[in-house]
């Protein structure tokens, strides 16, 4: 969390505005919101068995958003988003001028090669976490 509170300092103003989708981390949002930031989402719908819809969150992303924040795998679904979807709205949110910040805290939980952390774009921050993963040995 201290990671998404210097993030956010140093690229949130009042006023600006990050584009999430809920449910999702909610001490996040509290951050945003604490940052003088307006936090607007894409709800996962019950009826789409509340699965991440790609297609629909990248036609969000538009210039009046800062930054667009994804936990990856999800909290509190547990859902992974493919890395092939990270790369998209990392592309998109690029020709918008935005950031991308993935938020991989439980990224112990999914395989390596689906992290953010194999793309290199220059809008493109992911933070991880040592207090969420099992090491098995």
Same mark, same amino acid.
């Given at each position: 969390m201290e990671r998404l509170e210097k993030i956010n300092k140093f690229v949130i103003r009042e006023g600006s505005k990050v584009?999430?989708?809920?449910?999702?981390?909610?001490?996040?949002?509290?951050?945003?919101r604490v940052m003088g930031g307006f936090y607007e989402y894409m709800s996962?719908?019950?009826e789409e068995d509340f699965e991440f819809n790609y297609e629909e969150f990248i036609e969000k992303i538009n210039d009046s958003y800062t =930054? /667009?924040?994804i936990d990856?795998?999800?909290n509190p679904t547990g859902q992974v988003i493919s890395?092939?979807?990270i790369e998209e709205v990392t592309k998109k949110a690029l020709e918008e001028e935005g950031?991308?910040?993935?938020?991989?805290?439980?990224?112990?939980f999914m395989d390596i090669k689906n992290s953010a952390v194999n793309l290199e774009y220059p809008n493109l921050i992911v933070v991880r976490s040592f207090s969420k993963? =099992? /090491?098995?040995?």
């Amino acid at each position: 969390m201290e990671r998404l509170e210097k993030i956010n300092k140093f690229v949130i103003r009042e006023g600006s505005k990050v584009l999430g989708y809920a449910l999702q981390f909610s001490e996040y949002i509290t951050e945003v919101r604490v940052m003088g930031g307006f936090y607007e989402y894409m709800s996962l719908k019950k009826e789409e068995d509340f699965e991440f819809n790609y297609e629909e969150f990248i036609e969000k992303i538009n210039d009046s958003y800062t =930054l /667009v924040y994804i936990d990856n795998p999800n909290n509190p679904t547990g859902q992974v988003i493919s890395l092939d979807v990270i790369e998209e709205v990392t592309k998109k949110a690029l020709e918008e001028e935005g950031i991308v910040v993935v938020d991989e805290a439980y990224g112990d939980f999914m395989d390596i090669k689906n992290s953010a952390v194999n793309l290199e774009y220059p809008n493109l921050i992911v933070v991880r976490s040592f207090s969420k993963g =099992l /090491v098995w040995q």
